[in-house]
C-alpha cells in the first residue's frame, strides 16, 4: 500500500470541493439551455441514455447514470407525465418496466442538439483539453467505485 501523504485541511485545496463547485458551476451553465427544453438536469442526462439506446429498463438506465432505480423513477415518471416517454411493463418478467421514447421524446432530441456545443463554448477550452478531463474524471470514477465495492 502507498504511504498517505500529509495533505491541506483547507477548502480550496481539496479534490472534493474542486468536483463539487464545478459540478454545480456546470449545472448551472446547463439550466438556462434545458429550461428551454423544459428539462431538469437529471432529467437531461435521462433523456441522453434514452437516446442513445430506446427500449430499455428503470435498472439499465439507473446503472448508466449511477444512480438508483428508486432515485431514477420518480424522474421517469414526471417525463412520461410531459409525453417524452412510456414507461410498460415486462410481459416474462413483470417486476421489469421498460422504457420507450414517444415520438415528442425522438423530436426532443432534434431539439437538444446545440445542448452540447453551447456547453462547450461555455467552458472556452479547448477540445483537447476537455477530452482528457472527461477521460481523467472517469478514470477517477471507476477507480472510486473500485474502492467502494472491496
Known sequence: ?????????????QL???LYSTSLAM???????LEKLGLTYPQY??????WESDDVTVKDIAARLNLDSAT???????LEAQGYLERT????????????LSKQGAA???????????????TQQSPEFLIQLRDDLTQLRGT?????DH
Open 1 to 13: 500500500m502507498t504511504q498517505r501523504p500529509a495533505l491541506p485541511l483547507t477548502l480550496d485545496e
Open 16 to 18: 472534493c470541493f474542486a
Open 27 to 33: 449545472t448551472k451553465a446547463y439550466k438556462p439551455l
Open 45 to 50: 442526462l435521462a433523456m441522453l441514455v434514452l
Open 72 to 78: 431514477v423513477t420518480p424522474l421517469l415518471k414526471r
Open 89 to 100: 411493463r415486462g410481459i416474462e418478467d413483470e417486476r421489469l418496466v421498460y422504457i420507450r
Open 108 to 122: 426532443l432530441k432534434r431539439m437538444a442538439r446545440d445542448v452540447p456545443a453551447d456547453i462547450f463554448c461555455a
Open 144 to 148: 472510486l467505485n473500485d474502492y467502494l
